[in-house]
């Protein structure tokens, strides 16, 4: 019983009645009745004030506003309210609605959106059903739950750095930009790197798949693509948000003209996270032998220390040729070595993240062999500085289309879609889960501090979206995906043809100088 009173005192307007029998009660009860006297004069005194409030002569608002600003102004972020939410911790009422849209139609959207209805496929049949959505629990950092316009997360464990932190982030701002224009629907997100859905468990249409929402999967998955966290920035590393880090490339492109750069394939990373990358540190230029290359490890506790002067990625477009390389799985850095304006030798992918698919060799990238590193990357390089103006066009197609195709207002006509879509499978109306909180940027941003915050404020969206999202093309049929992909090949073949050429060549000349000496 006593543990149950001290909580009730804690609670400020029950303090007097368990104070009735103390002297200080008492002491209060007398002066109490000794200030009846004064009553008619106070009651006179506040009639006064009302009067003067009333027609304008006072303008209490400035005495409150003054005193509410001066104590919240440290925490404040431009288009937040950040002292109601630390007040009140719950998500404003009177958020920012939909604007109608312009006259305009909006554009068609890129093709690889397309590939949304295709990792939507394995629910077609079945639609998602509240047994589906908590198998997909067993690895899941969060679920994200959207009901009646409001969105909801209920976390479940701590995601590697602040991916989850961030993700939410990124999901609060798509709601910003498209309000009210996202269906009810309940989803599982699993922040780590491999996928986990492995598509041989459900070879039948109606074998119902947990929908798991990651950053990438693989043809053998089932794991459906979300944009990663590093769009709204990456603190962990310093590279700030997309639009921030688009800008300065683009900047980067114009300091040397890509004849100028350095005739070399340049890559710079963390070579101890998978074996393939450790890898291909050995077709680094040595005394010996110069494969083309010019790698450097990236050391990220080293560059903290030093304030990141050496990882300015829009510093990083000097060479002619950029190398993509997976790490332990996809890799965060792909959408900024392709926006360099340079040719990039792309090694044979395992995995795919969200916009990749739409990417085609020989027109956005070299491709590369992953088991013959070090000829591969030495026979790109020595093909694009004899075919220069065809290794120019591809590295500037690559870079159109992260500058145009992956613009930030596509990266959430791609979140919007993907929700839309999935939330047309939903077979149940979700509800609110008991550990489950309101997400809008004030619950993420306003707690946050340091570069954190820095980057949440630089990648808040100020408010509705003036257009509709982009229109999204049909489906793909089987024949057309078949032909895609059969192009793609093709065209990596005759990289690959092309390549054993060289090789045959140059083992032939080889030779004929060793018999010569």
Not at 29 to 58: D, E, M, R
Not at 138 to 160: C, M, P, W
Not at 178 to 201: H, N, Q, S, T
Request: aromatic share 14%; with cysteine; net charge neutral.
């Amino acid at each position: 019983m006593k543990g149950h009173e001290e909580k009730l005192m804690k609670i400020f307007w029950l303090r007097p009645p368990f104070k009735r029998h103390s002297p200080t009660w008492a002491s209060f009860n007398k002066a109490l009745c000794s200030s009846y006297s004064l009553l008619p004069f106070f009651v006179f005194f506040l009639l006064i004030v009302a009067v003067l409030i009333f027609t304008g002569q006072v303008d209490l608002g400035n005495y409150v506003s003054y005193s509410y600003i001066r104590t919240s102004r440290e925490n404040s972020i431009e288009g937040l309210d950040c002292a109601a939410w630390n007040y009140t911790k719950s998500c404003p009422i009177t958020y920012p609605v939909r604007r109608e849209p312009s006259a305009d139609p909006p554009p068609t959207c890129p093709d690889y959106f397309r590939w949304i209805h295709e990792d939507l496929r394995h629910w077609r049949r079945s639609g998602v059903t509240n047994e589906m959505v908590e198998k997909a629990r067993e690895t899941a950092h969060f679920r994200l739950t959207i009901l009646d316009g409001k969105v909801y997360v209920e976390n479940f464990r701590q995601s590697i750095q602040t991916r989850a932190l961030f993700t939410a982030w990124g999901i609060a701002q798509l709601v910003r930009t498209y309000p009210g224009r996202l269906p009810d629907l309940e989803l599982m997100f699993d922040c780590d790197d491999r996928p986990v859905v492995e598509a041989e468990r459900f070879p039948l249409p109606d074998s119902a798949p947990p929908p798991v929402f990651r950053y990438c999967s693989d043809w053998r998955s089932l794991d459906i693509v979300f944009p990663d966290w590093s769009f709204w920035g990456w603190a962990e590393t310093n590279i700030k948000p997309w639009r921030s880090v688009l800008k300065d490339i683009k900047e980067g492109n114009k300091k040397i003209k890509w004849e100028d750069r350095e005739p070399y394939a340049y890559w710079k990373g963390n070579p101890d996270v998978c074996p393939w990358r450790a890898d291909l540190m050995k077709c680094n230029a040595t005394p010996q032998t110069d494969w083309n290359t010019r790698l450097y490890v990236q050391n990220w506790i080293a560059e903290s220390q030093h304030g990141y002067k050496q990882s300015n990625l829009g510093n990083q477009c000097t060479h002619r040729y950029k190398i993509y390389i997976e790490g332990w799985a996809w890799s965060v850095s792909e959408k900024y070595i392709f926006a360099c304006d340079s040719p990039v030798l792309l090694m044979t992918l395992r995995w795919y993240d969200f916009f990749i698919r739409g990417m085609v060799p020989q027109h956005h990238y070299w491709p590369v062999r992953d088991d013959d590193k070090c000829r591969s990357l030495k026979f790109a390089v020595e093909w694009g500085n004899n075919h220069a103006k065809m290794a120019k066009s591809i590295g500037e197609a690559g870079s159109r289309f992260i500058h145009e195709d992956l613009k930030m207002e596509y990266v959430y006509d791609y979140m919007f879609h993907l929700l839309n879509e999935y939330g047309k499978l939903m077979k149940y109306k979700p509800s609110v889960p008991d550990g489950a909180v309101e997400l809008c940027p004030e619950s993420v941003a306003c707690a946050a501090r340091g570069i954190w915050r820095e980057f949440m404020e630089e990648s808040l969206e100020k408010g509705p979206s003036e257009s509709d999202p982009c229109t999204m093309q049909p489906p793909y049929r089987p024949q057309e995906i078949q032909a895609f992909n059969d192009g793609k090949i093709k065209r990596t073949k005759q990289v690959e043809d092309r390549e054993n050429r060289y090789w045959d060549t140059q083992d032939e000349e080889a030779g004929m100088i060793s018999k010569l000496f």
